[in-house]
């Protein structure tokens, strides 16, 4: 998955972004604009759910910029990392081949892209030969139905530039499905599809890539994307839960009296394998119970907000038909309100373990 995030946000936007991420069950996470000049591995842990995990980072300078690229510790083996103006990117070896994984928050102007998609270009040709992957915000678009509600003189040689580029690289833009641009403007009156995958002939056939998909916009004003891949084999999905789980009093209770009261009998493989599901079971039925109404409202918001920016960007209506500031101003109120519960939960259970 690909995300310019426009920020890393607080606590809030933070935790949807976790919930977003171990809601695809993604193997792999591109990140950009994250406005941060250090991170840590507590900070990644945090957020990807578990601590089986790599990651590698380029720091914003000021509030400008920022890469962040994640991954499952057993998706692959990595031997090296590189970066330059605009990219952040990671060599490895999967399925007996070189893989280069590039990360891209391109710069805005055109004289910045062109030394982007050139520094890209030399690194290609000064390095082994293996299989490509750019995915992230290129800035960029190579047709005119990309972009709707602004334009710009340059727009027709930055197209016709992009292509060269893609052309040079040999990778494809594949096939779209979801959502038909990836960033809109604040009323929807501006819509680009700026965010894409770019990959090689070769990773496209080892992979099983059938398409990319544009998601629905979130906690950003880009929309994520990600890879839909038919026959892939990234290794074992790690068993995920939302973080803010653990910051609520009764997490620990219900797991010690669910696991107490399986009576499981059998091998003792069997008797944890079996535990394990009915505890997830129980997780599941807990979080509908617990955060259930608080989700189901800010779902509402998102799928709302979205429907009002697809038929915008299908011309069923002009944008001062519909008021999606309004919606975008209301996702961030329920998503605050929600972490606001769940920091009152937490300080009340510190007090009630104070009073005893």
Same mark, same amino acid.
């Given at each position: =998955?690909?995300?310019?995030?426009?920020?890393?946000?607080?606590?809030?936007?933070?935790?949807?972004?976790?919930?977003?991420?171990?809601?695809?069950?993604?193997? =792999?996470?591109?990140?950009?604009?994250?406005?941060?000049?250090?991170?840590?591995?507590? =900070?990644?842990?945090?957020?990807?759910?578990?601590?089986?995990?790599?990651?590698?980072?380029?720091? %914003?300078?000021?509030?400008?910029?920022?890469?962040? %690229?994640?991954?499952?510790?057993?998706?692959?083996?990595?031997?090296?990392?590189?970066?330059?103006?605009?990219? +952040?990117?990671?060599?490895?070896?999967?399925?007996?081949?070189?893989?280069?994984?590039?990360?891209?928050?391109?710069?805005?102007?055109?004289?910045? &892209?062109?030394?982007?998609?050139?520094? +890209?270009?030399?690194?290609?040709?000064?390095?082994?030969?293996?299989?490509?992957? +750019?995915?992230?915000?290129?800035?960029?678009?190579?047709?005119?139905?990309?972009?709707?509600?602004?334009?710009?003189?340059?727009?027709?040689?930055?197209?016709?530039?992009? %292509? +060269?580029?893609?052309?040079?690289?040999?990778?494809?833009?594949?096939?779209?499905?979801?959502?038909?641009?990836?960033?809109?403007?604040?009323?929807?009156?501006?819509?680009?599809?700026?965010?894409?995958?770019?990959?090689?002939?070769?990773?496209?056939?080892?992979?099983?890539?059938?398409?990319?998909?544009?998601?629905?916009?979130?906690?950003?004003?880009?929309?994520?994307?990600?890879?839909?891949?038919?026959?892939?084999?990234?290794?074992?999905?790690?068993?995920?839960?939302?973080?803010?789980?653990? *910051?609520?009093?009764?997490?620990?209770?219900?797991?010690?009296?669910?696991?107490?009261?399986?009576?499981?009998?059998?091998?003792?493989?069997?008797?944890?394998?079996?535990?394990? &599901?009915?505890?997830?079971?129980?997780?599941?039925?807990?979080?509908?119970?617990?955060?259930?109404?608080? *989700?189901?409202?800010?779902? !509402?918001?998102?799928?709302?907000?979205?429907?009002?920016?697809?038929?915008?960007?299908?011309? *069923?209506?002009?944008?001062?038909?519909?008021?999606?500031?309004?919606?975008?101003?209301?996702?961030?109120?329920?998503?605050?309100? !929600?972490?606001?519960?769940?920091?009152?939960?937490?300080?009340?259970?510190?007090?009630?373990?104070?009073?005893?």
């Amino acid at each position: =998955m690909s995300i310019n995030l426009r920020g890393w946000g607080d606590a809030a936007k933070l935790r949807r972004l976790s919930s977003l991420l171990h809601s695809g069950a993604f193997d =792999m996470c591109l990140l950009q604009e994250t406005k941060r000049s250090a991170f840590t591995d507590s =900070m990644i842990h945090g957020l990807w759910g578990y601590k089986e995990v790599v990651w590698v980072a380029k720091e %914003s300078i000021g509030l400008s910029g920022g890469m962040l %690229s994640i991954w499952n510790k057993d998706l692959f083996s990595f031997r090296f990392s590189f970066t330059g103006v605009g990219f +952040l990117g990671i060599c490895v070896e999967w399925k007996n081949r070189l893989l280069y994984i590039v990360n891209i928050y391109s710069p805005c102007s055109l004289a910045g &892209k062109r030394k982007l998609w050139k520094d +890209l270009l030399e690194f290609k040709s000064n390095n082994a030969i293996g299989d490509w992957v +750019l995915g992230g915000d290129s800035n960029a678009i190579s047709k005119s139905g990309e972009r709707r509600g602004n334009s710009g003189s340059k727009s027709l040689s930055e197209r016709s530039e992009f %292509s +060269l580029f893609m052309e040079a690289m040999e990778v494809i833009d594949t096939p779209v499905l979801g959502k038909k641009f990836t960033w809109f403007n604040s009323d929807g009156s501006a819509m680009s599809r700026l965010d894409r995958f770019l990959l090689s002939e070769g990773f496209i056939h080892q992979g099983g890539v059938s398409y990319q998909w544009i998601g629905d916009r979130d906690i950003s004003d880009h929309c994520p994307i990600w890879l839909e891949c038919s026959n892939h084999n990234w290794g074992p999905k790690p068993f995920k839960f939302n973080n803010c789980w653990v *910051d609520h009093p009764e997490f620990l209770d219900l797991v010690k009296k669910n696991w107490a009261q399986s009576d499981v009998r059998g091998t003792k493989t069997f008797v944890i394998s079996e535990k394990m &599901k009915r505890l997830k079971e129980a997780l599941k039925k807990w979080n509908r119970d617990v955060f259930g109404f608080k *989700d189901l409202c800010i779902d !509402k918001t998102v799928r709302e907000l979205n429907e009002v920016e697809d038929l915008i960007a299908n011309g *069923d209506v002009y944008p001062t038909d519909l008021n999606s500031k309004e919606l975008v101003r209301n996702f961030w109120e329920q998503i605050h309100s !929600k972490e606001s519960l769940l920091r009152q939960k937490s300080r009340n259970e510190v007090d009630s373990r104070r009073r005893f």
